[in-house]
């Protein structure tokens, strides 16, 4: 009892750090190998930085994609040496379910190496971007086993599953960290963070996180580093979408969602979590 007290007093913020428009052009341009924003990573870490400082000059895990410390190591540098935990966000921000295990393993390793290089850290921690993988993903999870201490990857309330899945596949060396995430109407997921932080009542994610507890799975937030007031520096021009019409203010729309709209609002709920719960730090603490 008192142990589920205290994580229900408990939570854990992290930031997965991606450049959005780098990520947007490989994704909608198909551009193989764009430029990284740096001014806008640069810009989104300095407030991040000071949000984290004014509550309470907390420590976080950032999950970093590989691309960001390959191309700007500096930034990377800077979140090691201001304390924070620097965890694996896979090289790119692609789905990991559709690459073949060969792949996905080459690009873990080249991954860890420009992370490791950049932060003088050990990574222990991954994340799959846009939470792309299941427990469907055996093979995948056999080679995050093989190179981390803990998975944050699953979106789920259901710790029984996932300890079952755990023991079957004897994935020894991983303590699973998932997202808390409520499911309704089978396909609609209200996640702990992103696009669902920012958009719904703080008392919705107030109640997902109470849930987890219960649940027996630690509270954890994730946040984009494109989801604070100055997520427009990470937008992608009209003219810069070579791209038919239609489909131009299509994506000028999707980017007024992610980027803009109620953006607002995630520092202050960040606040508001900060007051009902103990911001508790880096994720890799879970392992001691």
Not at 148 to 161: A, G, H, Q, R, V
Not at 187 to 197: D, L
Not at 220 to 229: L, R
Request: net charge positive; glycine share 2%.
């Amino acid at each position: 009892m008192e142990e589920l007290n205290n994580m229900q007093k408990k939570c854990y913020v992290t930031i997965d750090f991606e450049d959005f428009s780098h990520d947007f052009k490989r994704s909608v341009l198909f551009e193989k190998d764009p430029k990284i924003n740096e001014e806008a990573l640069n810009k989104s870490y300095e407030y991040i930085k000071y949000l984290l400082k004014k509550l309470n000059d907390i420590k976080v895990t950032f999950f970093c994609t590989g691309i960001v410390a390959k191309k700007y190591p500096d930034i990377i540098s800077k979140i090691s040496k201001d304390g924070h935990e620097v965890a694996c966000h896979y090289l790119f921000h692609d789905d990991v379910y559709k690459e073949n295990i060969n792949d996905f393993e080459k690009n873990i390793n080249e991954a860890i190496l420009h992370l490791e290089n950049a932060s003088n850290q050990k990574v222990v921690g991954f994340r799959a971007p846009k939470f792309s993988i299941s427990m469907k993903n055996v093979n995948h999870y056999k080679i995050i086993n093989k190179y981390f201490k803990y998975d944050s990857s699953l979106n789920t309330l259901n710790i029984k599953k996932i300890s079952e899945f755990k023991k079957i596949n004897q994935l020894t060396n991983l303590t699973f960290l998932p997202v808390p995430t409520f499911s309704f109407l089978k396909k609609i997921k209200y996640k702990s963070g992103g696009t669902f932080f920012k958009f719904f009542p703080f008392l919705f994610t107030d109640q997902l996180l109470k849930q987890a507890a219960k649940n027996g799975i630690i509270p954890i937030v994730y946040i984009h580093p494109y989801e604070f007031e100055n997520g427009k520096n990470f937008r992608i021009t009209f003219n810069q979408l070579k791209l038919p019409f239609v489909k131009r203010l299509y994506w000028i729309m999707r980017q007024t969602q992610w980027l803009n709209f109620m953006n607002f609002t995630t520092s202050k709920k960040l606040f508001k979590l900060h007051k009902k719960y103990e911001i508790a730090g880096m994720l890799k603490n879970c392992l001691q």
